[in-house]
């Protein structure tokens, strides 16, 4: 089984733009892989924000991006607000499978 | 309003099994194809399995295949996973998520928390 790895941790200033990364193990990430991103804060149920790379549903902010850049997915966060301290989640589609990644903490400091 | 409500966790034994249910409210369940994620406390997501609108596609992780079974009824308007000989790396909330269009994972419900001690 392949996997996807993330960032384990950002940080990024109020008003600031982070760019969060995912990667897998068999190779470049591309968009039949359907990136997705997700976010979930403590005791929370996860929410899905992006979907097949860049597709967004009528719940995300604007200022939530995603992208394929230099063969992996990227959820770019721009003008990052103190509610968007969370963890975040993307997945990957393998042909019928998919595969999480670990995560990674956002801190917004 | 939409809603998915699970339920079926609780304390289970090693070895065990246990039938989580997923009820669906609020839209045409039949249209949406279903998935199983479970989430160890203190851990990531983990993707468990698949099925489609109609039943007919299902899928699995590696790590629970031929330990659990996904499966639906449309006219009960409910999803279920069916978990058997449940280990200690079992205990996990579980979360059922809807799909919609293209998006496998539009919805999500609260999650139902397993837990497998002696």
């Known amino acids: 089984q392949a996997v996807v790895t993330q960032e384990p941790s950002l940080t990024v200033s109020p008003g600031g733009t982070v760019t969060l990364t995912c990667g897998s193990s068999?190779?470049?990430?591309?968009?039949?892989?359907?990136p997705y991103w997700f976010q979930q804060k403590p005791g929370q149920a996860p929410r899905t924000l992006i979907y097949d790379t860049d597709h967004k549903h009528s719940w995300t902010p604007a200022r939530f991006s995603g992208s394929l850049l230099g063969g992996k997915g990227v959820l770019t966060l721009s003008a990052a607000q103190p509610e968007d301290e969370a963890d975040y989640y993307c997945l990957l589609s393998y042909g019928g499978v998919v595969v999480f990644g670990g995560g990674t903490k956002l801190t917004v400091l | 309003e939409v809603q998915l409500v699970e339920s079926g966790g609780g304390l289970a034994q090693p070895g065990g099994s246990l039938r989580l249910s997923c009820a669906a409210s609020g839209f045409t369940f039949s249209d949406c194809n279903m998935n199983w994620v479970r989430q160890a406390p203190g851990k990531g997501l983990e993707w468990l399995s698949y099925i489609s609108g109609s039943g007919d596609v299902i899928s699995y992780a590696d790590s629970v295949k031929g330990r659990v079974t996904i499966s639906r009824d449309n006219a009960k308007n409910s999803l279920f996973l069916q978990m058997n000989g449940l280990r200690a790396e079992d205990t996990a909330v579980y979360y059922c998520?809807?799909?919609?269009?293209?998006?496998?994972?539009f919805g999500w419900g609260r999650g139902t928390l397993v837990t497998v001690s002696s």
């Open positions: 998520a809807r799909g919609k269009d293209s998006s496998w994972f």
């Open positions: 068999t190779g470049a990430v591309t968009s039949g892989h359907y």
